[in-house]
């Protein structure tokens, strides 16, 4: 049995899965940093590397969003590809996979918007004091966004990748 049997699947259809799962993260990431920005711009023009010239916050944010994404992005996308095309199994297709990500990405803003809510009723940290740079209010709200989302993000894109390979599984028993 070969694991990784890609010699039957056409090129076109496993990049769109990567590139198309990488731009769904890209877009999300610069959308996401646009309202982080406009809360705490000092989270983008204090705390972070001045990036291609730019001074603007949301032009700041918008580039280290879209620098950002590449690793998680391409790296989500080929591991998409993997687990639904690879195989004898029945194959998942582009659209099944975007809208798994696209759940994903649901989940990961919904906690991390709740997450900042809640810093920003509470006046208190969520997360250990050690993640944060500073105790200024607006940038624990925004500090607390960003690692729930990259939490929520990587433990909601594991689960995607067991839920493919459940769900190719039982289609291969049904077939």
């Known amino acids: ?17 990567i590139l198309g799962v990488w731009g769904m993260v890209a877009v999300y990431a610069v959308l996401h940093d646009q309202y982080i ?3 705490c711009p000092e989270h983008f023009t204090l705390y972070h590397e001045p990036m291609w010239g730019l001074s603007d ?4 944010a918008a ?3 879209f620098n ?8 989500l996308g080929l591991a998409c590809a993997f687990v639904a095309r690879n195989g004898t199994w029945p194959k998942i ?8 990500v696209l759940v994903v990405i649901v989940v990961a803003e919904m906690c ?13 940290p969520l997360l250990p ?7 200024d209010p607006n940038l624990l709200i925004t500090a607390t966004i960003q690692w729930v989302c990259y939490l929520t993000s990587g433990l909601g894109s594991g689960c995607l990748l067991l839920w493919i390979l459940k769900v190719r599984r039982k289609n291969f028993k049904i077939s």
Not at 68 to 75: D, I
């Open 37 to 39: 920005v406009r809360i």
């Open 93 to 100: 297709s582009p659209v099944t996979v975007y809208k798994g």
């Open 57 to 60: 916050p949301a032009q700041l």
């Open 129 to 135: 004091r050690w993640v944060y740079p500073s105790d």
């Open 68 to 75: 950002a994404s590449f690793s998680p992005g391409l790296a």
């Open 112 to 124: 991390s918007m709740l997450s900042g809510w809640w810093v920003y009723q509470s006046q208190e």
């Open 1 to 17: 049995m070969q694991i990784w049997k890609l010699s039957s699947e056409k090129r076109s259809t496993f990049y769109l899965t």
């Open 63 to 65: 580039a280290w969003a």
